[in-house]
Structures are given as structure tokens and as C-alpha cells.
């Protein structure tokens, strides 16, 4: 009892003290907790060094998604009529867009169904038919890609396997295939009539009794019906905005990519909307209109050997900055300049570089974190120089920002002459000066130093003490060689007794 008495007794002692400590915990495990990516407001910016930043080999990727496929859609104990004027007795007003339709030669079972029980009760009981409207989303494609064979609606297009179909999206979201071409359009399709029209057989499904009325009898029919069609009513970016909206912006600025501008940019330039991302449009597309410097030779550079991508650094959809509503002063519209696809530097580069990111981070570096240079200054992204850079070779660069150490001189430094590189690590060092190791032992890599020896060396003729075993003499020559040697790139004045020491 004397024992849980005193127990107490502490505990009411030290109540304030204990309150102080739990709450101390509570703060530092909320504040903890607040950390955590899911609960924080302000999402990081990608340039942040927070977060396992850099990443690597953050490029482009491909999803690969699973084949999507569903039963097809069927009305029990129903049977095939074909007669489509049965049909046109309610459904006048289809029958009548249907007419001038690329799918004009099919019949109306072809989609919607065996119509025998729906013809029977006259349509009055629902779900007897294949009604578009009820069916799910993927049950939709289905009837649709029961006659696009290969699971594809243009060449090299996957659809059970595109982001569109693995995100909900069916075929008649976007495409109505009652669709009435309006006044108007063109005969030929420019697209088509460039790239020569594409004419496959169609193979069908056996039970579904499909006929057509000679669609691919010649190429010029096929032509003519896909580009009357429209892409029955997917037309592009319009459709896209109805999922895409905030791409919306792309259609009002005035610039070279401009959506529907100069040059003919639409959503499906790039995008497949069958499948996935055009392949060509990461690289060729680009250099097909930027086919001169700095790009012209983009396919023999070093990032393009090693798989880069134009847009692995480009970012094809950059913040535009652009305000909704604009201010007008005087007669003059004034639009702020959208900025162009640029590159994030050096924060672009530090995602494939993690190694020259850890560099820049050096006691001895380049002004690159404090926003006195970036990247670019030195490296040519498009270039097909070795290590990318902006000039011939490593010293040529070096002398843009570093003319005094051009010379010539006339007692000149032969490391220095030949590679800035052999000395210097222009990415970060720990030493000063960028120097790959302190002075002095940077030079001992390739001089013996203040030694005496048999035949040669600085004090073997000037009878002075060997620096290798006189402590006084280590202390005062392997200090800093620079200490005397102030002239380490070259020199155009002779030093005392021997021309070459590139002394002061």
C-alpha cells in the first residue's frame, strides 16, 4: 500500500510534466503524419529536390495494359428478320441519315441485333433490342469491333488495349453511327488523299448474317466513304474537349503548335485515339519541321543514340500560362506570349543525370544552383559533339567564359594545353577550384616533386636538402604548390633559374 501510495503521490508531483511530454509526442507525430504526400495541400513542383529527387530514367513508357475483352451482347430466343423496312416503320428518321452513311450497306440487325421478339411486340417491351443507350460501355465496342476485325479501326491501333478502353470509353462516345455528314465536306479526305487510302477486308462474324453492298468493290469508293463519313462525327479536337477540356486552351494561342493554327495541329497529329501515342510523333514528327540547326542532325546525337525522345524533355502539353479573360488597352489585343515547349533546366537533365545533380552539390562547383547558369550554357541537348557540349573540344568551351587562361603563352602547361579535364571536374569537386584532388597532390600525380636525385630534379644541383626526408622542407614545399607556382596555365615570363617552374 506505502508503495502504490508513493506511486501516486509521483504521478500527481509530476502531472504538469507528464501532460507537457504527451503532448510534445502528439505534435511530433502530426506533424510527421502531415508530411506524408496524401495529406499535404501544396503538391510539390517537379523541380523539387524533396521526395527521392532526381529520379531516374523517367522517360517516356508505353502502358501496356491487358486485353480487354467482354461477352457479346445477345437477346435470348431472338432470331434474324432481315428487313429493314420493318424497322424503317417507326425508325423513319434513322433510316433516312442512314442512307447517306458510311455503314449504308449494312443492315440494322447488323448492330442492334436479331429483331424478331422486338418486331413481334412492336417495340413496347424493352430490352428485346440492343439499345446503345442501356448497354454497358464495353459491350458497345464490342458490337463494333465484331466487324473491325483485329481489334483495330486504322492501322497499328489496338483498341482493347488503348488507355480509352481501359478508362470506360466506347466507340460511340465518340463516333454516332447514324451520323449525317453535314453540307459540305469534302469528297476526298486530305489526310487520305496524302497518305493513299487504306482498304482491308472485313471478315464478320458467321451467325450475324452480314451483307454489304460491294463497299470495297474499288479504291475510289473506299476513299470516297471514309472521307464523306467525317469519322462519323469524331472529329477532332472538338470530340477530345469533351473529355479534355482543360486542352482547350491549345486552340487560342497563337503559335506554331497551335491547335487547328498554321500548321494543321489536331489531337490525333499524336494521339491515336484507337490505341495509344503515335510512335513517329516523339522524334521524326518533330524533326520534320525542325530540320535545321540546332536539330538537323538529331539522329546521330548522343541523346538519340541512347533512346531519348524529343519529348522525354519536351513536354508537348506545357503549362500555358495564358489568361482567361485579356485585358484590352486602346485598339490593341493584348495576349501574353505562350512559352514555348522549353526544357526545364538543369531539372530535366538531373532525371537521366542523378550522378552531375550529386556533383553540382559539391563544396567547388559551377553556379548552376544558384541560378547563374544552367545546362544549356555548355551542352547542346541536339548535339553531336561527345558529351554534348557546345564547342569542339572541352578547352574551347572552357575559354568562352575563361579567356585569360587562353594564352598562348610562352611557357605553357602541357595538361593544361591539351584537356581543361585532366585537372578540373567541371561538374563539382570537394576541393577548391574544381580540382579533381588538392593542389599538391594533384601534382604529384604527374611530378615528382622538390626531390634530389642522381642525375635530375630541382635540388639536385642546387644543393639543397631532399623534400622527401627533411620534414622542414615537406612542410614548406608540399603546403600548396600553387603557393609559388601561381602561373599554372602558362606563363609568358621566365622564371629564376629555371624558365619553366611557372613561377609568379
Known sequence: ??????????????????????????????CSLSRRSKYMIDVAEPSSTQGGWPRTDVRFKESQNPVLRVAYPR????????????????????????AHNVHRGQKCEDCHGPASRHLSTRGKVPGLILNFNKLKKAERSEVC????????????????????????????????????????????????????????????????????EDMASSTIDQEFLRATSN???????????QCHSSMQQYEKLAHPHQIMGSKSFTCDTCHDPHGSVRQETRSDLCVQCHNDAPTMAWHSSTHSLNGVACTDCHNPHPDTMVEETVGIK??????????????????????????????????????????????????????????????ATVNQL?????????????????????????????????????????????????HSGHRVGPTSGAHTFAGLPDTGTDVGQQRAFFSDCTECHAQIHGSNLPSPNNPHALLR
Open 398 to 446: 572552357c575559354y568562352r567564359c575563361h579567356a585569360d587562361l587562353q594564352g598562348p603563352f610562352v611557357y605553357e602547361h602541357s595538361p593544361v594545353a591539351q584537356d581543361c579535364s585532366i585537372c578540373h571536374n567541371p561538374h563539382g569537386a570537394v576541393a577548391n577550384n574544381l580540382l579533381h584532388q588538392p593542389a599538391t597532390f594533384l601534382c604529384l600525380r604527374c
Open 231 to 241: 469519322h462519323l462525327g469524331a472529329v477532332t479536337p472538338q470530340i477530345c474537349y
Open 75 to 98: 437477346i435470348a430466343d431472338a432470331e434474324y428478320v432481315n428487313a429493314d423496312q420493318l424497322c424503317m416503320t417507326c425508325h423513319q428518321t434513322y433510316a433516312k441519315t442512314f
Open 1 to 30: 500500500m506505502k508503495r502504490k501510495r508513493r506511486q501516486i503521490g509521483w504521478l500527481h508531483r509530476n502531472r504538469k510534466g507528464l501532460i507537457c511530454l504527451g503532448l510534445s509526442v502528439w505534435l511530433l507525430a502530426s
Open 145 to 212: 469491333l465484331k466487324c473491325h476485325q483485329q481489334d483495330q479501326c486504322e492501322p497499328n491501333a489496338s483498341w482493347r488495349t488503348s488507355v480509352h478502353a481501359h478508362n470506360g470509353v466506347a466507340c460511340t462516345d465518340c463516333h454516332n453511327a447514324h451520323y449525317n455528314v453535314p453540307p459540305g465536306t469534302p469528297a476526298v479526305d486530305p489526310q487520305i488523299a496524302a497518305t493513299g487510302p487504306v482498304v482491308k477486308q472485313v471478315d464478320f462474324v458467321p451467325d450475324a448474317k452480314l451483307q454489304i
Open 330 to 391: 486602346h485598339t490593341n489585343l493584348i495576349r501574353p506570349k505562350r512559352m514555348p515547349m522549353s526544357v526545364q533546366d538543369p531539372q530535366t537533365c538531373y532525371k537521366c543525370h542523378p550522378k552531375v545533380y550529386a556533383q553540382n552539390a559539391m563544396p567547388s562547383h559551377h553556379p548552376i544552383k544558384e541560378g547563374k547558369m544552367v545546362c544549356s550554357d555548355c551542352h547542346d541537348g541536339h548535339g553531336q559533339t561527345q558529351g554534348n557540349l557546345k564547342e
